[in-house]
């Protein structure tokens, strides 16, 4: 394609590789490079058997203006002991910023087995949405109460 980055062609070959790092930041590049002509491809990798690839596809559709994100694979990604993906689903979920919070409230909402690791990104969201979130959130889970308690602390507000 005339007028395309050198280094396209590469990437999107790279989303073929068995190494997930290639496959993952291949994924992530192309989403920066605003490539939508990899948008199909990175559609069928959101579905990938790697979480660190599939989350990495996820944010380069979002990044697109596509709405492939898979929030409950994503936000499980954050629990991982795998500290790679856990660093790579933050990331990609603070970027995504406000557009996430409704989405990460009504997982709240739903009890998710994740609630404190959606807690601590809503914090680390840190907009007025997502304050407003976590302070409207109630809980009788004494962690989770904890865990908000703290946050407010952090942000030199009362409970």
């Known amino acids: 394609m ?3 980055p050198r280094q396209l062609p590469e990437l999107r070959a790279a989303l073929g ?3 997930r790092h ?3 930041t291949a994924a992530i590049e192309l989403g920066q490079h605003g490539d939508r002509q990899s948008l199909d491809r990175l559609r069928e990798l959101t579905s990938d058997a790697d979480d660190l690839v599939a989350i990495a596809a996820m944010f380069a559709t979002w990044r697109l203006g596509d709405g492939g994100v898979d929030m409950e694979r994503m936000i499980a990604a954050t629990a991982s002991d795998d500290e790679e993906l ?3 689903s933050v990331f990609a979920l603070c970027e995504m910023g406000d557009s996430v919070v409704p989405r990460l409230e009504g997982l709240l909402e739903s009890q998710s087995p994740y609630a404190k690791n959606i807690l601590r990104v809503l914090a680390d ?3 007025a949405t997502s304050r407003k979130t976590i302070t409207r959130f109630e809980t009788e889970d004494p962690e989770l109460k904890s865990t908000i308690r703290a946050l407010l602390e952090d942000w030199g507000e009362d409970e």
Do not use: F, T
Request: hydrophobic letters at 20%; zero cysteines.
């Open 86 to 88: 856990v660093q790579e």
């Open 2 to 4: 005339p007028g395309e």
């Open 17 to 19: 590789s068995r190494d």
């Open 22 to 24: 290639r496959r993952a």
């Open 125 to 127: 969201i840190g907009s």
